[in-house]
């Protein structure tokens, strides 16, 4: 309340009055209020301090598989396919009979080949007896130089004879194989090229086996990647020890495999070293030609600086994390992201060795607010779990109240009814009676 005095002169008289005006000034009461209040307890969440470390890193690559035992099988002989022996699209295993085209004639040619070469040896023996004789007569100059040379020259064309004749049997023997045309490996079998009783040569196109278990899967790692896969290497990991898992449409559980090939140079057009991969395939589940995500588990990031991901805000010069100063108060620091690894982030710029970043749940927290420090155990993956479990649990517990207030409400109306003043039940009824 402030008093004002207004001094007027009327005829030779002063009038004294005073003015009694009242004020009201909402913000000095609000600041007034305010100033009673106790200061917030420091919140408590964990904390850690910035240091240097190797961290695990999953990285996807899209790629296509391939099986690269797969064989495309051609007639290796002249003749009539006679026989199919499997059903397209079965599973075949390595050495089964598939095709036969004329065994017995090729079975033919292999007894006359055994029967020129009986001849040839039996023609050898005989020539060489000659030989013999004719060197112990030279000897006893029964015979002349000329008799005897000639008797050599038919020893070595005999001996000729039989190798030629070796040769011609073996050749029958291959190609009385090849009539009995078998799987070169296991796989699926596909359509046949050719029908039963078509004259087929060599080199005609049958049928194609495609193994499924295992597959192999050719991608491309970024240069980065690949050195660093070198860098473990050099340290002592092997190859096979980086597992490799399938992700497939349609198929909810993903394919699992190993490593066993990184390339030694760097594609200039690309900016990367190709790589493979074993994967297995029970089931067949998959099929080559497929396109596919490979994820790979067990590459390292060596020396880097990372925090969880969960402690990574928004802020208006973009992202932040809140660190602490000496006082263990919260300030926001804008920092530079790198690569996501798992539950952590490495961070490429904006904090330094030392500094200590509030990594749990960053809710609540704001610049200046003060923090009680926890300890971090180092497990991301546990802390994101709990505080997932934590919002959850706040989430319903704050749906189980919206839903207690509205009832509550409605509880409370019909008692309100009832404390109706009595003057105006008695002013509706004189209305109804008028």
Known sequence: MTLFFKRDVVAGWVVGTYLVLTAFQPHQVLAQASGGQQERPPHEVEVAEVERQDIDLERSYSSLLRSDNDV?????????????????????????????????????????????????????????????????????????????????????????????????????????????????????????????????????????????????????????????????????????????????????????????????????????????????????????????????????????????????????????????DEDNAARARTVELGELAGHWQVIDGGLALGDRVIVGDPAGIEPGRRIEPRAFDGDAATLVENIEENSEENSEKNQGQAQEEPQKESQQAPADAQNIPEGEDSDVGGDEAS
Request: cysteine-free.
């Open 72 to 324: 495309a099988l051609v007639a290796r002989i002249t003749g009539v396919l006679q026989k199919r022996h499997f059903e397209p699209g079965e599973m075949v295993e390595k050495g089964q009979r598939l095709y036969s085209i004329e065994p017995d004639v090729y079975q033919a040619t292999v007894n006359q080949r055994e029967a020129d070469l009986q001849s040839a040896r039996a023609e050898r023996s005989r020539a060489q007896r000659d030989a013999e004789r004719f060197e112990r007569l030279l000897s006893q100059n029964s015979v002349s130089r000329q008799q005897y040379d000639q008797a050599l020259a038919e020893m070595q064309v005999a001996r000729a004879s039989v190798a030629q004749a070796e040769a011609a049997l073996a050749r029958a023997r291959i190609d009385l194989a090849y009539s009995e045309v078998k799987a070169p490996v296991g796989g699926m079998i596909t359509l046949s090229e050719v029908n039963v009783g078509n004259l087929v040569t060599s080199g005609t196109a049958l049928t194609r086996i495609t193994p499924l278990d295992p597959l192999e899967v050719r991608f491309q790692l970024p240069q980065r990647d690949a050195f660093e896969l070198r860098r473990q290497m050099n340290d002592g990991t092997e190859l096979a020890d980086i597992r490799v898992r399938l992700d497939v449409a349609g198929h909810e559980k993903p394919l699992e495999g190993y490593m066993d090939y990184l390339g030694s140079r760097v594609s200039q057009g690309t900016s990367t070293v190709q790589a493979n991969a074993t994967i297995d395939n029970p089931d067949g589940q998959v099929l080559p030609g497929q396109f596919v995500r490979v994820r790979i588990a067990g590459l390292k990031r060596y020396d880097v600086i990372a925090v969880p991901e969960i402690a990574i805000t928004q802020g208006l010069m973009g992202p932040q994390v809140f660190v602490l």
